[in-house]
T-cell receptor
Framework: GQSLEQPSEVTAVEGAIVQINCTYQ??????LSWYQQHDGGAPTFLSY????GLEETGRFSSFLSRSDSYGYLLLQELQMKDSASYFC????????????FGTGTRLQVTL | DAEITQSPRHKITETGRQVTLACHQT?????MFWYRQDLGHGLRLIHY???????NKGEVSDGYSVSRSNTEDLPLTLESAASSQTSVYFC??????????????FGPGTRLTVL
């Protein structure tokens, strides 16, 4: 079967750094993606890791370790607008564009 | 600008009725997906399509069907709506290949209530 685990909630202070972890169990792993979703909105793509290591996009970075079946999303210089839910999602060999999503981590940024 | 739209945005229906949710994209993407989102479950894949006349079942396909007659549209039909199908439904699309094919673009969602 397939499973993804991520914390249900995280709270952090504005200006701080927060890390959202994602562990997965799946056959035929191809890559790990991250999506952001504000309340009432649609998910939007943040990043993709197909290879081990760190991918950086502005204030956001994402990391993957295939050997540990583990990844994380790192958000730096947190802003109030970063308060949202964050989903990790795995893609699979043979159907690489099809995603299986985790249940999401709700990030609350406070003053 | 290219976009992906869904209609209606809100729908209330009764148990047993047939309901069709529309999804239209102007990205010219070959891949299209339907998800439902419920509290505690994240996004779960209902059906997906890799091109015209291609459809595939996802993890929660029972009670739903799709058809793909052109590149732009993938309507989702609930054959006989049930209260368990009350949810928010998202349509998404992605490229079939190339640098961005791992990125899915989501529509604004349809909130469906089955009474």
């Amino acid at each position: 079967g397939q499973s993804l685990e991520q914390p249900s909630e995280v709270t952090a202070v504005e200006g701080a750094i927060v890390q959202i972890n994602c562990t997965y169990q799946t056959s035929g792993f191809y890559g790990l993606s991250w999506y952001q979703q504000h309340d009432g909105g649609a998910p939007t793509f943040l990043s993709y890791n197909g290879l081990d290591g760190l991918e950086e996009t502005g204030r956001f970075s994402s990391f993957l370790s295939r050997s540990d079946s583990y990844g994380y999303l790192l958000l730096q210089e947190l802003q109030m607008k970063d308060s949202a839910s964050y989903f990790c999602a795995v893609s699979h060999t043979g159907t690489a564009s099809k995603l299986t999503f985790g249940t999401g981590t709700r990030l609350q940024v406070t003053l | 600008d290219a976009e992906i739209t869904q209609s209606p945005r809100h729908k209330i229906t009764e148990t047993g009725r047939q309901v069709t949710l529309a999804c239209h994209q102007t990205w010219n993407h070959n891949n299209m997906f339907w998800y439902r989102q419920d509290l505690g479950h994240g996004l779960r894949l209902i059906h997906y399509s890799y091109g015209v006349h291609d459809t595939n079942k996802g993890e929660v396909s029972d009670g739903y069907s799709v058809s793909r007659s052109n590149t732009e549209d993938l309507p989702l039909t609930l054959e006989s709506a049930a209260s368990s199908q009350t949810s928010v439904y998202f349509c998404a699309s992605s490229e079939a290949s190339g640098k961005s094919y791992n990125e899915q673009f989501f529509g604004p969602g349809t909130r469906l209530t089955v009474l």
